[in-house]
């Protein structure tokens, strides 16, 4: 069985290049990173709410990736494995060095979005709407950053990478309930924190 879905996810290209990478393929680790250094950067991006550990935290990261490749035998898509890593790598840093919130200024928050639609890009000509842009920008950053670490990241999962409840379950070795839990309590909070009234 094991040999089975070992041959089904070699079809994924990360996990051929994986065995590349396994067999001293410094090209294949480099187009490894090449392909997934967004998703990492995006991640540890919005999990601390600052630009300035992104680049240190990727590339410990992708160490780790690299030091695993001789070992590493393909048991689902390499992105799984790969949000795993990511996860695991961030909570134990953050715990590590006892940092919990990491409120920035509105242009270290959210990167925005590479094809933004039209109607957005319009009104954010507008002053007082890039204004009201950046305060809500900075809101969310404080607001997310406030969450306990599991919550953030189900959340940061789920709303940016587009994960299912499933593949988060995967990443972060817990139940489809406890997913649930984490998103609702995640979603309970920012609410309560963003709504008007906390401005007052």
Same mark, same amino acid.
């Given at each position: 069985?094991?040999?089975?879905?070992?041959?089904?996810?070699?079809?994924?290209?990360?996990?051929?290049?994986?065995?590349?990478?396994?067999? %001293?393929?410094?090209?294949?680790?480099?187009? =490894?990173? !090449?392909?997934?250094?967004?998703? #990492?950067?995006?991640?540890?991006? $919005? +999990?601390? %709410?600052?630009?300035?550990?992104?680049?240190? =935290?990727? !590339?410990?990261?992708?160490?780790? #990736?690299?030091?695993?490749?001789? $070992? +590493?035998?393909?048991?689902?898509?390499?992105?799984?494995? =790969?949000?795993?890593?990511?996860?695991?790598?961030?909570?134990?840093?953050?715990?590590?060095?006892?940092?919990?919130?990491?409120?920035?200024?509105?242009?270290?928050?959210?990167?925005?979005?590479?094809?933004?639609?039209?109607?957005?890009?319009?009104?954010?000509?507008?002053?007082?709407?890039?204004?009201?842009?950046?305060?809500?920008?900075?809101?969310?950053?404080?607001?997310?950053?406030?969450?306990?670490?599991?919550?953030?990241?189900?959340?940061?999962?789920?709303?940016?990478?587009?994960?299912?409840?499933?593949?988060?379950?995967?990443?972060?070795?817990?139940?489809?309930?406890?997913?649930?839990?984490?998103?609702?309590?995640?979603?309970?909070?920012?609410?309560?924190?963003?709504?008007?009234?906390?401005?007052?």
């Amino acid at each position: 069985m094991i040999s089975d879905n070992k041959d089904r996810y070699l079809s994924d290209p990360d996990n051929e290049l994986m065995r590349r990478v396994g067999s %001293g393929d410094k090209t294949a680790f480099k187009e =490894l990173v !090449q392909r997934n250094q967004r998703i #990492v950067t995006g991640i540890i991006y $919005r +999990y601390t %709410g600052n630009h300035h550990d992104v680049e240190d =935290l990727a !590339q410990d990261i992708f160490l780790k #990736v690299y030091k695993a490749a001789p $070992r +590493y035998t393909p048991r689902a898509q390499f992105k799984t494995w =790969l949000y795993k890593v990511v996860a695991h790598h961030c909570f134990n840093y953050f715990r590590s060095q006892k940092r919990r919130s990491f409120i920035t200024s509105y242009n270290q928050s959210f990167p925005e979005e590479d094809n933004p639609p039209a109607h957005y890009a319009e009104a954010q000509k507008q002053p007082e709407n890039v204004m009201q842009q950046q305060e809500l920008r900075t809101a969310l950053t404080a607001a997310l950053a406030e969450l306990p670490d599991r919550q953030r990241m189900a959340l940061i999962l789920h709303r940016f990478e587009d994960l299912s409840y499933k593949e988060i379950a995967n990443v972060l070795g817990c139940s489809l309930s406890a997913v649930e839990s984490l998103l609702f309590r995640a979603m309970s909070s920012l609410k309560e924190k963003l709504s008007p009234s906390k401005s007052v």
